[in-house]
């Protein structure tokens, strides 16, 4: 028995697949749309945190230059210029090193303060001699 079309039904199908891919569409389209804001938002958290790190990293730098275990906390430089090379380019900061009275031996402290190129961020801490070790007392980054 051949099948009859209706003269009421020509044409749903297409519609109905129309409405589909429209609907298809759409939510790709909005995935894609979060997706790249995601990836954008990624590359703004890569290039700001790198500022933090690099700042820390003169921290350890001026651990390093004070140098208890061989005694020349006295004998620390003021000022010093690193630079450290980023994927995101150098990032050369500035460490000032204030020595404070005791400069050697237990109880002995350091304030210290690191500035980085790219930023108006500044690390400020006390480094403070126990045991001939260096150790941050307290550290802050504005």
């Known amino acids: 028995?051949?099948?009859r079309a209706r003269a009421g039904e020509r044409g749903q199908a297409l519609l109905v697949v129309l409405v589909f891919r429209a609907a298809f569409l759409l939510i790709t389209w909005?995935?894609?749309?979060?997706?790249?804001?995601?990836?954008?938002?990624l590359n703004t958290v890569r290039t700001d945190a790198g500022t933090p790190y690099a700042l820390d990293a003169g921290l350890a730098y001026a651990m390093?230059?004070?140098?208890?275990?061989?005694?020349?906390?006295?004998n620390a430089p003021k000022t010093s210029a690193v630079t450290l090379n980023y994927p995101g380019?150098?990032?050369t900061l500035n460490v000032g090193i204030?020595?404070?009275?005791?400069?050697?031996?237990?109880?002995?402290?350091w304030n210290v303060t690191?500035?980085?190129?790219?930023?108006?961020?500044?690390?400020?801490?006390?480094?403070?001699?126990?045991?001939?070790?260096?150790?941050?007392?307290?550290e802050s980054i504005q």
Do not use: H, Q
Not at 64 to 74: E, Q, S
């Open 89 to 91: 380019g150098p990032i």
């Open 98 to 109: 204030a020595k404070g009275n005791p400069c050697s031996g237990n109880g002995a402290n």
């Open 30 to 41: 909005a995935g894609l749309s979060l997706a790249s804001a995601a990836f954008l938002a």
């Open 114 to 138: 690191v500035t980085a190129t790219g930023t108006n961020r500044t690390l400020t801490a006390l480094v403070t001699e126990l045991n001939a070790k260096p150790l941050v007392t307290w």
């Open 1 to 3: 028995m051949p099948r």
């Open 64 to 74: 390093y230059a004070i140098d208890t275990k061989n005694g020349n906390g006295c």
